[in-house]
């Protein structure tokens, strides 16, 4: 049997990921054909989000970690913080994350403050709370003050 | 008896026509075929959102994920910051710089999220993208196979080979792993460890093999079991996007997506038959 593979395929090449079509979401593709710090590695630009600390996030309202978390997002996406800020909302009225996104945060923040694993995820309660802003805004403030008073598990 | 999937050009036509076949075969089958001749051609969107409609509604007893969940296991798109360049082998060194910073930051930000997924606990022993970028994938500092099939296909490149195929036979095991010497072919991405004996779950998809034939890379995948609505489409997703990935970081086209299920299962028992033919025919639905 012969295969046909390349034969009367379009020339490929340019946008490899096309969007998804999904009607669940449309949280912003990665795209970043013009980042925002182009010169930067991954590190540097994570090295640059303040509130990075283990007292700073002790000391940080549910805004300063919102803050916090999306700075860092845009810092591992290269693209600008109100881009992503203006993206699709979820329904608890917070901007809409993925899940993968939500992890990558997770590991940051659990870095910064010096825990190894501040979120254990099979004892994520509620799902959603891994796909918004808010939702993990909350979820890393209760595990941050669970560990204050030597409550976290 | 196998069954082969008259291919189809994207993944959710190739995703839907299987599901048919194997509803048709009672709701089981086994080495079935499935084949998707552009696998980045835009999904449609009317399969796509009856398969989520049905993903989006919690079943007790069955952990459903939604479908880019379940891609993100095999291509974390979701964290690369796609740079929109494509290698060649006479590119800039700036523009080589910023296509290499891309994959490396999605290595990395992967290995910084290793420790927090295999908090779950369906991730105890690894995960797929993980064997990739670090085998065997429940830490950093394993293996980079991604990054290393990626050297190969750049050197394969650069020297005009492209006419000649350079599939490998690449099974369950970490021997082929030591091959590193230049002339060597590109080989598949391990994720399966040979002396892995669990009988159920983790790792379904237990291959993934690498084809280089005029200038194209085709994806062939093996999954000892295939859960064709609770994982299949996500499945087929994320290869797709690993497929496109390797593409741009390598210079070469998209070719094929094969994935062989070694057990395909319907299953009805998680959504009912009469769940997975309102499943169909919404798929199917012209409104």
């Not at chain 1, 390349?6 to 449309?26: D, E, L, M, N, R």
């Not at chain 1, 403050?113 to 909350?138: A, M």
């Not at chain 2, 080989?187 to 040979?194: I, N």
């Not at chain 2, 200038?215 to 079991?225: D, G, M």
Request: with cysteine; aromatic share 6%.
């Amino acid at each position: 049997m012969t295969s046909d593979v390349g034969i009367g395929v379009k020339p490929g090449g340019g946008s490899f990921f096309p969007q998804s079509v999904s009607a669940v979401s449309s949280i912003p593709a990665p795209h970043v054909a013009q980042p925002t710090q182009p010169n930067l590695t991954l590190a540097q630009r994570v090295a640059l989000v303040s509130g990075l600390s283990r007292p700073a996030l002790r000391a940080a309202d549910a805004t300063a970690i919102s803050s916090t978390l999306l700075s860092l997002w845009a810092a591992m996406t290269n693209r600008p913080v109100n881009e992503l800020a203006s993206g699709e909302m979820h329904q608890d009225g917070t901007v809409r994350i993925s899940s993968q996104v939500a992890v990558w945060l997770i590991g940051r923040i659990s870095e910064a403050y010096g825990r190894h694993k501040l979120v254990n995820l099979s004892r994520v309660k509620e799902i959603e709370s891994l796909r918004s802003l808010g939702g993990l805004t909350g979820l890393l403030s209760a595990a941050i003050s669970a560990d204050a008073e030597g409550t976290l598990v | 008896m196998s069954i082969y999937i008259e291919p189809a050009t994207n993944l959710s036509e190739a995703w839907l026509r299987t599901l048919e076949h194997v509803v048709d075969a009672g709701g089981h089958a086994v080495n079935v075929i499935t084949t998707i001749t552009d696998p980045l051609t835009p999904e449609d969107q009317t399969i796509r959102s009856a398969l989520d409609e049905v993903l989006s509604v919690e079943r007790k007893g069955l952990r459903v994920q939604p479908v880019e969940t379940v891609a993100g296991t095999i291509f974390p798109y979701d964290i690369y910051a796609d740079t929109e360049l494509t290698f060649t082998p006479d590119m800039g060194k700036d523009a080589l710089a910023k296509l290499d910073a891309s994959a490396a930051d999605l290595y990395t930000c992967y290995l910084d999220m290793l420790p927090i997924l295999t908090t779950d606990r369906a991730n105890n022993h690894g995960t797929y993208f993980g064997r990739m970028v670090s085998w065997p994938g429940k830490t950093g500092g394993g293996t980079n196979q991604l990054a290393d099939r990626i050297t190969r296909f750049r050197r394969a490149h650069k020297a005009n080979v492209g006419q000649r195929n350079l599939e490998d036979i690449a099974v369950a095991g970490e021997a082929e792993l030591l091959a590193t010497l230049p002339s060597e072919d590109p080989a598949g991405l391990q994720v399966y460890a040979a002396n892995d004996r669990r009988e159920r779950g983790f790792p379904c998809l237990v291959h993934v093999d690498l084809t280089l034939f005029r200038h194209r890379i085709s994806v062939a995948a093996t999954y000892r079991h295939q859960y064709l609505v609770t994982k299949a489409y996500g499945n087929l997703l994320g290869l797709s996007r690993l497929l496109g990935f390797l593409a741009q970081q390598t210079g070469f086209e998209v070719g094929e997506l094969m994935v062989n299920a070694t057990f395909a299962d319907a299953e009805h028992s998680n959504y009912t038959k009469a769940g997975v033919t309102d499943l169909i025919a919404a798929a199917r639905s012209t409104e």
